[in-house]
């Protein structure tokens, strides 16, 4: 990757090749069908048509560029952009593994990769847009690389209040442990998207047309045994940032609490949460 360290995006280069890139590397084939249905959403709202030039941003372990490529065919080609090695270099052996030389990999920070001027027809992410310093830049850069009446389509959360599977163990963590800094709506994060007119006023800016931002309420359904989904739930989320500086009586307080509603919602094989989520569309 060129030297971005000093770069605006430096804290999230740190963060996304540390423990973070790992954890989900580690729990990719587990979160592959948990987001499965909301990259899908993205991708059937955007449309992806064969031989079309695609790019993925922020693709991670690759479960949405591989997608992207089996729909374009070999006649498409798809680049996966991200800053994380480790969870490029499982998106790269998976694209091996599955023979879809047309899907690409670039470890690059999206918001100033030269991508090829005026070339991609689509560029899709899930989950992988909301974490630039200066998204205007970022989305700037971006439509850069696409052509003249090309798609832009990404799925984002909505607010937190509405992904209980954030708030469930958040809402036990915070009986036990200080609540953190009010986070800045500015800063880059998970939720950074939540807010639709903040979204339309970024692509707006960085010269998209007809930005629309569609709801969708929907259910992400963790399997696994209660204790599996419960330790899940605890220590990959948003959540886990809570519990880093617990001692160890207040982590096993806050388990057997988030175990106690993980049981109560198990159906057997999972639980199902209710999870909402905007596809953002806008054109070139
Ligand atoms: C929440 S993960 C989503 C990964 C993947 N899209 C998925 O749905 O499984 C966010 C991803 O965005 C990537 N990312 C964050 N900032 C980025 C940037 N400036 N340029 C490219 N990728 C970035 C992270 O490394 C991470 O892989």
Same mark, same amino acid.
């Given at each position: 990757?060129?030297?971005?360290?000093?770069?605006?995006?430096?804290?999230?280069?740190?963060?996304?090749?540390?423990?973070?890139?790992?954890?989900?590397?580690?729990?990719?084939?587990?979160?592959?069908?948990?987001?499965?249905?909301?990259?899908?959403?993205?991708?059937?709202?955007?449309?992806?048509?064969?031989?079309?030039?695609?790019?993925?941003?922020?693709?991670?372990?690759?479960?949405?560029?591989?997608?992207?490529?089996?729909?374009?065919?070999?006649?498409?080609?798809?680049?996966?952009?991200?800053?994380?090695?480790?969870?490029?270099?499982?998106?790269?052996?998976?694209?091996?593994?599955?023979?879809?030389?047309?899907?690409?990999?670039?470890?690059?920070?999206?918001?100033?990769?030269?991508?090829?001027?005026?070339?991609?027809?689509?560029?899709?992410?899930?989950?992988?847009? $909301?974490?630039?310093?200066? =998204?205007? %830049?970022?989305? !700037?850069?971006?439509?850069?690389?696409?052509? &003249?009446?090309? #798609? @832009?389509?990404?799925?984002?959360?909505?607010?937190?209040?509405?992904?209980?599977?954030?708030?469930?163990?958040?809402?036990?963590?915070?009986?036990?442990?200080?609540?953190?800094?009010?986070?800045?709506?500015?800063?880059?994060?998970?939720?950074?998207?939540?807010?639709?007119?903040?979204?339309?006023?970024?692509?707006?800016?960085?010269?998209?047309?007809?930005?629309?931002?569609?709801?969708?309420?929907?259910? $992400?359904?963790?399997?696994? =045994?209660? %204790?599996?989904? !419960?330790?899940?739930?605890?220590?990959?989320? &948003?959540?886990? #940032? @809570?519990?880093?500086?617990?001692?160890?009586?207040?982590?096993?307080?806050?388990?057997?609490?988030?175990?106690?509603?993980?049981?109560?919602?198990?159906?057997?094989?999972?639980?199902?949460?209710?999870?909402?989520?905007?596809?953002?569309?806008?054109?070139?």
């Amino acid at each position: 990757m060129a030297d971005e360290t000093n770069g605006p995006n430096s804290e999230q280069i740190d963060y996304w090749n540390g423990d973070a890139g790992d954890k989900w590397v580690d729990a990719q084939e587990r979160l592959d069908p948990v987001l499965e249905g909301m990259g899908l959403l993205g991708m059937d709202q955007g449309g992806v048509n064969p031989g079309e030039r695609v790019i993925d941003i922020g693709c991670g372990c690759g479960a949405t560029s591989l997608e992207l490529a089996r729909r374009v065919g070999p006649m498409g080609s798809v680049l996966g952009v991200d800053i994380s090695s480790p969870m490029l270099r499982r998106a790269a052996e998976r694209a091996a593994a599955e023979s879809l030389g047309h899907a690409v990999f670039a470890n690059a920070d999206a918001s100033s990769y030269q991508f090829e001027e005026g070339a991609a027809d689509l560029v899709f992410s899930r989950f992988g847009v $909301m974490f630039f310093r200066n =998204s205007d %830049e970022a989305f !700037t850069n971006i439509r850069r690389g696409m052509r &003249p009446g090309g #798609r @832009l389509c990404f799925v984002c959360w909505q607010p937190l209040i509405k992904n209980a599977w954030v708030t469930l163990p958040r809402d036990i963590a915070l009986r036990h442990v200080p609540p953190p800094e009010p986070p800045n709506p500015d800063d880059p994060g998970p939720f950074a998207f939540a807010d639709p007119a903040k979204v339309e006023g970024i692509l707006g800016r960085a010269g998209f047309s007809d930005a629309a931002m569609t709801p969708y309420d929907t259910t $992400m359904y963790h399997l696994g =045994s209660v %204790e599996e989904v !419960t330790h899940f739930m605890i220590y990959f989320g &948003p959540a886990s #940032r @809570l519990l880093e500086e617990a001692d160890n009586d207040v982590k096993t307080t806050v388990e057997a609490e988030v175990r106690a509603e993980i049981a109560a919602r198990h159906d057997g094989e999972g639980v199902a949460f209710p999870a909402a989520v905007w596809v953002a569309t806008a054109t070139t």
